[in-house]
């Protein structure tokens, strides 16, 4: 695990955070604890045990009308006790966090570089300018310009809204036909997510896709490693798991190095933790996109149940000007991550997690998402996940097979007609992965 170094003088940091069931606030709280800092946490609605801590501040943002009202609630922590770094663990929360870090006069990511990593049309056109290898691409309002943007991609090509994130209004298109019927679907999601119909036609890139997952101090990328992504297969994006790392060969891994540090110079990255999702095609790394903050669906926590670093801590020091010290794997495991998702309207008949599950090799957790006896209906985005299952195993092959079958099993269990159901659907407080 990486060395969280000795820190005498106590900081402050506002966090942008959430408190779900793989977001808990303690797992996100407790390297700033450990350092004995002063924490502003920005939440929504939430104020659960996990924030009743000694010097941790909360904030509902659902309290403010505007941005700016939130800002100026944050300008006044900043009046009783500055701020020393401002971290984002949200995608939307990420260009208030730039702009409060500037207000705060920290030299950390701007609005420039929150734009590109949040606005997908400005950082398609920040990463062509620098030649990092991207797909095609188009910003598009209207069918005619939907169908001009195809015409120069081809088909199958991808739409996707300039802002959204968790592959919400994202698909592959086949036909000029299917081409307008999902743009005004994706227009739709742009609409309502930022006020613009706004979307991208992109050419499509064939191959698997991955994740690198670095941290920047000081405008120097540190590499901790790469995640192989899996997703609910047909033309949604939508992700069904994760595994950490990918043991790419030296050449591979050189290639996508190289091109993840063009992607991180072109937005112009200064501190702070990233995440940069690629394919790999025709001997180039091709970027889909980079977030300037550390990837969802507890990646962080895999990363550290894989090989001992803890993204979460080493993006805090990055923002805070602190060495990051050595972020070399310090164990040889492998993490992941499974969803149980559903296509098709179903019904969850039970919550409880057998004992079937947890009892299969490297399985560490379990959770199930909804309530049960409740109608389950997808999201347009292809899926909806109900349920998760977490594994770490020393052996990389057995762990993708405890993952297929305890996410099987599982599943089985929670959709069968007479599925035990707990009093409870779920527990009140989320659930905490232990680092063993």
Not at 22 to 30: G, R
Not at 100 to 122: Q, V, W
Not at 178 to 189: F, I, M, N, S
């Amino acid at each position: 695990m990486s060395q969280t170094p000795n820190v005498t003088e106590m900081k402050h940091v506002v966090v942008f955070g959430m408190n779900g069931t793989l977001t808990p606030a303690s797992l996100y709280l407790a390297p700033l604890l450990r350092r004995g800092h002063a924490v502003t946490w920005v939440t929504k609605g939430d104020t659960t045990d996990a924030l009743r801590k000694p010097n941790v501040a909360s904030i509902d943002a659902t309290a403010f009308a505007t941005d700016d009202a939130l800002l100026d609630a944050l300008l006044d922590a900043h009046a009783a006790r500055p701020v020393d770094a401002v971290v984002s663990f949200i995608e939307e929360w990420v260009p208030i966090a730039a702009r409060a870090a500037a207000r705060f006069g920290l030299d950390l990511n701007d609005a420039t570089t929150a734009r590109c990593s949040t606005d997908k049309y400005a950082m398609r056109c920040a990463l062509a300018s620098y030649g990092v290898t991207i797909p095609r691409f188009h910003l598009v309002t209207t069918a005619n310009e939907a169908l001009e943007a195809a015409a120069d991609t081809g088909y199958p090509c991808v739409l996707k809204p300039v802002r959204s994130s968790g592959s919400r209004g994202v698909k592959v298109v086949r036909n000029p036909d299917e081409l307008l019927d999902t743009l005004r679907w994706t227009t739709g999601v742009a609409l309502a997510e930022t006020g613009r119909a706004e979307a991208l036609v992109e050419s499509y890139v064939p191959g698997p896709e991955y994740s690198a997952e670095v941290v920047v101090a000081d405008g120097e990328v540190r590499f901790v490693g790469f995640t192989e992504k899996y997703l609910i297969g047909g033309d949604f994006r939508d992700e069904v798991g994760h595994v950490h790392p990918m043991p790419f060969d030296a050449d591979t891994a050189a290639i996508a190095e190289a091109t993840v540090r063009a992607t991180v110079a072109a937005v112009g990255v200064r501190a702070g933790g990233c995440h940069v999702e690629f394919k790999l095609h025709d001997g180039h790394a091709w970027i889909m996109e980079i977030a300037t903050r550390l990837g969802g669906a507890l990646i962080p926590t895999l990363v550290q149940l894989a090989t001992g670093v803890d993204l979460i801590d080493l993006t805090y020091a990055a923002c805070l000007g602190e060495p990051l010290g050595d972020v070399r794997p310090t164990r040889a495991r492998s993490a992941g991550i499974r969803f149980v998702s559903v296509t098709e309207p179903t019904t969850l008949h039970g919550v409880a997690v057998p004992r079937t599950v947890t009892a299969i090799p490297g399985v560490l957790r379990a959770d199930v998402f909804a309530r049960a006896n409740t109608p389950i209906t997808p999201t347009s985005s292809g899926g909806q996940r109900v349920a998760s299952v977490v594994a770490c195993h020393a052996d990389r092959e057995t762990l993708l097979d405890s993952l297929t079958r305890s996410a099987a099993t599982l599943r089985d269990a929670l959709f069968a007609s007479d599925a035990p159901a707990p009093l409870r659907a779920r527990p009140d407080a989320p659930q905490t992965v232990e680092i063993p």
